[in-house]
């Protein structure tokens, strides 16, 4: 099951992508149980084979290169963290 069906929609809209990049939404920023500390943003990866997601914080103003090889390498970071 995909994590939302906003994240459902956008993988319906990106057929040739396997991983989302996005901000939190404020729901999901009151239910993590490490919130972000100030002058960082909540990011999350949602993976569309499983629905599975990995939270993570990267300071304000940080870009990221949505492509989608090098968003599958940080999962597998962060999965190996979890």
Do not use: K
Request: glycine share 6%.
């Amino acid at each position: 099951m995909i994590a939302t069906e906003l994240d459902s929609v956008w993988f319906h809209g990106n057929p040739d992508r396997r991983f989302r990049l996005r901000q939190l939404t404020s729901v999901e920023m009151r239910q993590w149980a490490i919130p972000s500390e100030p002058g960082f943003t909540a990011w999350c990866i949602v993976r569309c084979e499983d629905g599975a997601i990995r939270l993570f914080a990267l300071p304000n103003g940080v870009s990221w290169n949505e492509d989608d090889d090098e968003i599958a390498s940080f999962f597998g970071q962060l999965e190996e963290v979890t």
